[in-house]
């Protein structure tokens, strides 16, 4: 498959896919959008591949939608085609996403970031949600998702005032899980997931379906939903196999069955 706008590698058992508009900053218009959710469902259905990472350059991650190609959209064309709903199929693929972020991860780019399980960032990472200072909102997730991972204090910070935060501050307040050199961020993501896709599959997919009930639903439906999974995984070999392996003192060797 040749992309335009990605490039798509497997390393080992992980998918990884690179934006590749660095002229533009990475800006995400629907050519990327399409390329990047179908590679991403390419992924999510080779038995190959546990995890997948996505990153973009040094500079930028993405610096947002694609304003240039967005100015002109009339409101009856942006409603009847749900301008920007295509995205919403990266958080239909079950396996986990890593999203590794270096320099600007802006509007349509943090909230692309925020779609994926966890975000790596890079000491150089900056985020916000910038859309205010076009006349415009967040309209991939950035008013919803920012709020859940931040707060509603500085969410509303971020939106209302457009302002970046720095890769610190977003350690700080709990939008990425760590932050690493950048000369490191693509391995070190890259080890993240290859170490995802060492374990058992079925159990890699119910822990992220459980992470992500607890976004959706009461504590008490929640804490019932992990523990039906929990009990379901004592049906797999995996099982089996992971507690045995630690009882013999060796590697488990999963089948994913
Ligand atoms: C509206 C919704 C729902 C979502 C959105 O995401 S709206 C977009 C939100 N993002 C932004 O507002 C950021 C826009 N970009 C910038 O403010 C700056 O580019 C920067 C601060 C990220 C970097 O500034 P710098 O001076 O280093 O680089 P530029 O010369 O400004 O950019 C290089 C090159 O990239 C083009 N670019 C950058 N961002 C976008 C974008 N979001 N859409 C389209 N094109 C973008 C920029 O125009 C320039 O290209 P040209 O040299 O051809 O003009």
Known sequence: MTYET?????RGKVGLITLN??????ALNTEVMREAVEAVNGFGADPGIGAIVITGSEKAFAAGADIKQMQSIAFVDAYTQD???GWEELTRV????IAAVAGYALGGGCELAMMCDFIIAADTARFGQPEITLGVMPGMGGSQRLTRFVGKSKAMDMCLTGRMMDAAEAERCGLVSRV???GDLVEEALKA????AEFSL???MMTKEAVNRAYETTLAEGLRFERRLFHSLFAL??????MAAFAEKRKPNFTNR
């Open 6 to 10: 990605i490039i798509v590698e497997t």
């Open 21 to 26: 508009r660095p002229k533009a900053l990475n």
């Open 83 to 85: 301008f920007f709903v």
């Open 94 to 97: 079950r396996k986990p996403i």
């Open 180 to 182: 690493v050199p950048a």
């Open 193 to 196: 997931a290859a170490k995802i």
């Open 202 to 204: 079925p159990s890699v």
């Open 237 to 242: 070999d995996d099982q089996k196999e992971g």
